[in-house]
């Protein structure tokens, strides 16, 4: 009997030191009620929004690519990796499609991050003490309503009904709104109707907290054009342009495109002017960020992350060109012969597939012109070792492996920015999550995987090449994921000849194999 009684009081011990653990706050967080104090805090918090956009869900990937591919705008080239098959083929396109949650998701994470800054702003504005610091909040709050209305107008266009009057509208489902980071907000869809309503408030928050001063005239590097990878006044009307074309509004697009084009802050780029030979500046804006009619991009840099729009239509590894969509023919022969826009967008190349095709494919996505230099410098370097070391593999590959003594030091985030970077410059890469118990490179991906390494080791056909691709899911910039057990208690099932069969097998395959393990 003292036994049992000291066995329960052990018991109870043990259960009250794990609630105490559990109940502390990561050493890497912080409370919700202690974010955004400053005003610095809030401009902060506007670069973590802009930052959001970066992601390979949306505009550096799916969330553009996805519909050209269903428009049957491209072919599908024999020999591609299969990414976004199931999409090209319309195949299987079910709400659980992983680059489908993917867009939804991140859309969703531009509008949290909204909300955050929205729900605290209000402590930091009252403890302003000058002009400057007021007309930054305001300026701070006017680009976190216009993310929001842009994130909302993207989910209202992809997830519902075509919007065809204002009493249909009232009918029709819409997408859940939410006003708060912190609330009690029912997660329930609202009517199409109220949904474009909500965006067409926040368009009208955004303009008037963006309004630029009367006298405003910026020159140089100023202007407009030049600094697009911010919002302003002009960038809010441009959408409530676009917004009001989805709503069937014509008078109203009529009205705030003008507000754009009569401003004179933008202007065509020009066909006649050439910013190197045979190179017009039209042509340019495609390879690089100088355009002077760009009213907003994304501020990426050399340094960032992210989908590569071009990868999947040209894919060139400065050796042979292998791109997994080439333009169709109906496409191509829409233009006619003396357009520019043909030129600019297409030019001919024979691909490094074993049937040679030779075809126009689609450039107009090559990418900031310093970021694809850089990678052309790296990539020659390797060439000149390759050459020096007399490689004669068909697939040279390279294997990394990460790893480290205890968990929170940042070991996921570093090796899959790694892989996906890798991926980006159009390798063929394998990511290996070897964390077996509480692995979340999928989780950190924004993957959803229905097979993991488990199923993997416990095929009884062995692990081959097909296998192994068949229990990867692909992340939108071409990085293939082995994810770790969906069960802590499924771990025992690998064992390290299962690891080293992976390696052999993938070795003969991918050039770049990333192994992470706790």
Same mark, same amino acid.
């Given at each position: 009997?003292?036994?049992?009684?000291?066995?329960?009081?052990?018991?109870?011990?043990?259960?009250?030191?794990?609630?105490?653990?559990?109940?502390?706050?990561?050493?890497?967080?912080?409370?919700?009620?202690?974010?955004?104090?400053?005003?610095?805090?809030?401009?902060?918090?506007?670069?973590?929004?802009?930052?959001?956009?970066?992601?390979?869900?949306?505009?550096?990937?799916?969330?553009?690519?996805?519909?050209?591919?269903?428009?049957?705008?491209?072919?599908?080239?024999?020999?591609?990796?299969?990414?976004?098959?199931?999409?090209?083929?319309?195949?299987?396109?079910?709400?659980?499609?992983?680059?489908?949650?993917?867009?939804?998701?991140?859309?969703?994470?531009?509008?949290?991050?909204?909300?955050?800054?929205?729900?605290?702003?209000?402590?930091?504005?009252?403890?302003?003490?000058?002009?400057?610091?007021?007309?930054?909040?305001?300026?701070?709050?006017?680009?976190?309503?216009?993310?929001?209305?842009?994130?909302?107008?993207?989910?209202?266009?992809?997830?519902?009904?075509?919007?065809?009057?204002?009493?249909?509208?009232?009918?029709?489902?819409?997408?859940?709104?939410?006003?708060?980071?912190?609330?009690?907000?029912?997660?329930?869809?609202?009517?199409?109707?109220?949904?474009?309503?909500?965006?067409?408030?926040?368009?009208?928050?955004?303009?008037?907290?963006?309004?630029?001063?009367?006298?405003?005239?910026?020159?140089?590097?100023?202007?407009?054009?030049?600094?697009?990878?911010?919002?302003?006044?002009?960038?809010?009307?441009?959408?409530?342009?676009?917004?009001?074309?989805?709503?069937?509004?014509?008078?109203?697009?009529?009205?705030?495109?003008?507000?754009?084009?009569?401003?004179?802050?933008?202007?065509?780029?020009? +066909? @006649? %002017?050439?910013?190197?030979?045979?190179?017009?500046?039209? $042509?340019?804006?495609?390879?690089? =960020? #100088?355009?002077?009619?760009?009213?907003?991009?994304?501020?990426?840099?050399?340094?960032?992350?992210?989908?590569?729009?071009?990868?999947?239509?040209?894919?060139?590894?400065?050796?042979?060109?292998?791109?997994?969509?080439?333009?169709?023919?109906?496409?191509?022969?829409?233009?006619?012969?003396?357009?520019?826009?043909?030129?600019?967008?297409?030019?001919?190349?024979?691909?490094?597939?074993?049937?040679?095709?030779?075809?126009?494919?689609?450039?107009?996505?090559?990418?900031?012109?310093?970021?694809?230099?850089?990678?052309?410098?790296?990539?020659?370097?390797?060439?000149?070792?390759?050459?020096?070391?007399?490689?004669?593999?068909?697939?040279?590959?390279?294997?990394?492996?990460?790893?480290?003594?205890?968990?929170?030091?940042?070991?996921?985030?570093? +090796? @899959? %920015?790694?892989?996906?970077?890798?991926?980006?410059?159009? $390798?063929?890469?394998?990511?290996? =999550? #070897?964390?077996?118990?509480?692995?979340?490179?999928?989780?950190?991906?924004?993957?959803?995987?229905?097979?993991?390494?488990?199923?993997?080791?416990?095929?009884?056909?062995?692990?081959?090449?097909?296998?192994?691709?068949?229990?990867?899911?692909?992340?939108?910039?071409?990085?293939?994921?082995?994810?770790?057990?969906?069960?802590?208690?499924?771990?025992?099932?690998?064992?390290?000849?299962?690891?080293?069969?992976?390696?052999?097998?993938?070795?003969?395959?991918?050039?770049?194999?990333?192994?992470?393990?706790?």
């Amino acid at each position: 009997m003292i036994k049992k009684f000291k066995l329960y009081i052990l018991l109870a011990a043990v259960v009250l030191s794990t609630t105490s653990c559990l109940d502390k706050m990561p050493e890497d967080s912080i409370p919700f009620d202690e974010a955004i104090q400053t005003v610095d805090d809030v401009n902060l918090a506007v670069i973590g929004i802009y930052d959001a956009f970066k992601s390979s869900s949306l505009y550096s990937g799916s969330l553009t690519l996805l519909p050209d591919l269903q428009t049957d705008l491209v072919y599908g080239v024999n020999g591609n990796t299969n990414i976004y098959g199931e999409i090209w083929r319309w195949k299987d396109i079910l709400a659980t499609n992983t680059n489908i949650e993917g867009v939804y998701a991140a859309l969703y994470n531009v509008i949290n991050r909204c909300n955050f800054l929205l729900d605290r702003v209000d402590n930091v504005r009252k403890n302003a003490t000058n002009d400057d610091d007021l007309d930054l909040i305001d300026q701070c709050c006017g680009e976190a309503y216009f993310a929001r209305a842009i994130a909302y107008s993207e989910l209202v266009k992809l997830f519902c009904k075509a919007y065809e009057s204002d009493e249909d509208a009232a009918n029709q489902l819409g997408v859940i709104l939410t006003r708060h980071y912190k609330g009690n907000e029912e997660m329930k869809r609202a009517s199409l109707k109220d949904s474009y309503q909500f965006i067409l408030d926040d368009l009208d928050l955004a303009a008037e907290l963006l309004a630029l001063d009367k006298d405003f005239q910026p020159t140089g590097k100023d202007a407009l054009y030049n600094t697009a990878a911010f919002f302003n006044e002009y960038t809010v009307y441009a959408l409530r342009a676009r917004v009001a074309l989805y709503m069937r509004k014509w008078d109203e697009a009529i009205k705030y495109s003008s507000k754009v084009i009569d401003s004179n802050y933008y202007l065509l780029s020009s +066909c @006649t %002017n050439y910013v190197s030979e045979n190179v017009s500046y039209y $042509k340019y804006m495609w390879t690089s =960020d #100088l355009s002077t009619e760009a009213i907003w991009k994304v501020g990426f840099t050399v340094n960032s992350y992210g989908g590569s729009l071009g990868q999947i239509f040209f894919n060139y590894d400065y050796s042979s060109y292998r791109p997994d969509y080439v333009p169709a023919t109906w496409a191509i022969n829409s233009y006619d012969s003396n357009d520019l826009r043909v030129s600019s967008f297409f030019q001919t190349y024979t691909t490094g597939y074993s049937h040679g095709l030779s075809w126009p494919l689609l450039i107009k996505y090559l990418g900031n012109e310093e970021f694809t230099n850089t990678i052309k410098n790296v990539v020659g370097n390797e060439k000149k070792l390759n050459q020096n070391f007399n490689v004669t593999k068909k697939v040279r590959s390279r294997v990394y492996s990460f790893f480290s003594g205890k968990g929170g030091v940042g070991k996921t985030t570093i +090796c @899959t %920015n790694t892989a996906v970077y890798l991926a980006t410059l159009g $390798k063929k890469v394998l990511l290996v =999550d #070897l964390d077996l118990q509480f692995g979340d490179a999928d989780m950190a991906l924004d993957l959803n995987p229905s097979e993991t390494i488990v199923d993997l080791a416990r095929d009884t056909n062995g692990i081959s090449i097909d296998n192994l691709s068949s229990c990867c899911c692909t992340h939108a910039s071409g990085l293939s994921v082995l994810a770790s057990p969906s069960s802590p208690e499924l771990a025992e099932y690998i064992q390290s000849n299962h690891t080293k069969a992976i390696i052999d097998v993938a070795r003969n395959y991918y050039e770049y194999i990333i192994l992470f393990d706790s």
